[in-house]
Nanobody, 114 residues
Framework: VQLQASGGGLVQAGGSLRLSCKASASILRFNSMGWYRQAPGKQREWVAAITSVGITNYAASVKERFTISRDYANNTVYLQMNNLKPEDTGVYYC?????????WGQGTQVTVSS
């Protein structure tokens, strides 16, 4: 299974972006899908996740600003990011989990200017 992340870019603080993660196979097979990010010089951190039954969870730093959703017809998971802050800058990766296996996408750069 391959995951293709897209939608990153340069945006001013307060702006919005929507990231997409398209899977090469049906996302019904995954127990959960999520987004992580890695800022320069920092470790990769978890941002948001959605389970196979639609339960969503968010890191405290993005709650109320980011929304994760999925589209089964297009095998895609989205991350809607609103009210972006400079500290949201980083490379965003999507991950899909099935049993003990994790699949990662290649990452998409998000840069938020102040």
């Amino acid at each position: 299974v391959q995951l293709q992340a897209s939608g990153g870019g340069l945006v001013q603080a307060g702006g919005s972006l929507r990231l997409s993660c398209k899977a090469s196979a049906s996302i019904l097979r995954f127990n959960s899908m999520g987004w992580y990010r890695q800022a320069p010089g920092k470790q990769r951190e978890w941002v948001a996740a959605i389970t196979s039954v639609g339960i969503t969870n968010y890191a405290a730093s993005v709650k109320e600003r980011f929304t994760i959703s999925r589209d089964y017809a297009n095998n895609t998971v989205y991350l809607q990011m609103n009210n972006l802050k400079p500290e949201d800058t980083g490379v965003y990766y999507c991950k899909a989990s099935r049993s003990t296996f994790d699949y990662w996408g290649q990452g998409t750069q998000v840069t938020v200017s102040s």
